[in-house]
Structure formats: structure tokens, C-alpha cells
């Protein structure tokens, strides 16, 4: 035998280890290869909704007409004064073309008014998403132009931001007051 085998080197302890991994990471997995296995494929379309520094992603996706917000049910939505903007996609376009329809919102960020906002974009987003892959463009072009008209900030997101203090003065545009005498 070479001496190379017989000694203990510390490449040696390695391809031990190598030997002694779980049988599923040494081959591919079964569930995968299977076609039987493999879950059907959903008709679901992602969008999202901004409002300065609020964020909110809808995923919607074939269903029974279910719209949740962070888990919870609509009429669940604080603050209950501004609960009706996140209802107007809805009336606007009619609760039948939410009927077909499951709709879950997770927001981050902002304040409660800006996620508010940002729900409200990110569900009207994503039924005109769902209507232009899964039904016919036609049904698109007709909830998109009823939500345009209603309110435009439906389906395009408020650029505005607020602009960042400069020096010699208290704020963004406003100077200190100047003296003279």
C-alpha cells in the first residue's frame, strides 16, 4: 500500500463526510421528477402599489371573490374613515368582476393614509393584471378606462415626494429672516 492511504491525511475525514450526507441530497428528489406529483399551476398575476414610502404587493389569483389586507378581512381596514378609498376599485368596477376573483394584500411602510393609498392602487393593478392574462383584453380596456375615469391614481402611482431641507434657512424654500439694522 502507498504510504499516501495509510496515513491520515485531511482530505481523508472529508470524503467520509461526503460518504456519510442523506440519501435525498445525494440523489435528485423524487416529488420533482414526478409529473404526477407536480401541483397544478394557478392562474395568479403579482402587483404592486406605492404611496410614498408605502408599499403594497397583491397577488390575485382564481377564486370565489375574497379580498384580504395584511390577513384580515376589508371592513377590517384601519382607519375606518378612510376605509371607502379602499372600496372604490371595487365599486367602481362592480362587485361581479370581483366575484371570480381572490385578491391578498400585504402592505409595509408609510403612514396609515399612504398604505391606504397603496392598497387601494395595488388591488385596482392587479385586477386589470388578472383581466389582461387570464380573460379577454376587451374586459381589460373597459375596467381600465372606467378606473382611469373615476380617479387616476387607481392604476398610476403619485410621484410626489417631499423635498429635502437645504441650508440657510428653516425648511426646503423658506430663508431665515434677514435684519438690516
Known amino acids: 500500500m502507498p504510504a499516501s492511504e495509510t496515513s491520515n491525511t485531511p482530505s481523508r475525514p472529508r470524503l467520509d463526510r461526503l ?17 404526477a406529483n407536480m401541483s397544478t399551476t394557478t ?16 397577488h390575485c389569483k382564481a377564486g370565489k371573490g375574497l379580498v384580504k ?3 384580515r378581512p376589508l371592513n377590517l381596514v384601519q382607519p375606518e374613515i378612510l376605509r371607502f378609498k379602499v372600496y372604490e376599485p371595487l365599486l367602481v368596477v362592480g ?11 400585504r402592505v409595509t ?14 388591488i385596482a393593478k392587479s ?6 392574462k387570464y380573460v379577454d383584453e376587451h374586459s ?20 410626489r415626494r417631499c423635498e429635502p431641507k437645504k441650508f440657510g434657512g428653516p425648511g426646503a424654500r423658506a430663508r431665515f429672516q434677514k435684519s438690516y439694522r
Open 127 to 132: 385586477l386589470i393584471a388578472y383581466y389582461q
Open 95 to 105: 362587485l361581479d368582476k370581483f366575484a371570480n376573483v381572490d385578491i391578498r394584500v
Open 43 to 58: 392562474q395568479s398575476v403579482q402587483c404592486f402599489g406605492k404611496k410614498r414610502t408605502a408599499t403594497a404587493v397583491a
Open 109 to 122: 411602510g408609510g403612514g396609515h393614509t399612504s398604505q391606504i393609498y397603496a392598497i387601494r392602487q395595488a
Open 140 to 159: 381589460k380596456n373597459m375596467l381600465k378606462q372606467a378606473l382611469v375615469q373615476f380617479d387616476r391614481t387607481l392604476l398610476v402611482a403619485d410621484n
Open 69 to 71: 389586507v395584511n390577513g
Open 19 to 35: 460518504a456519510r450526507r442523506p440519501l435525498l441530497l445525494q440523489q435528485p428528489d423524487a416529488r420533482k421528477s414526478n409529473p
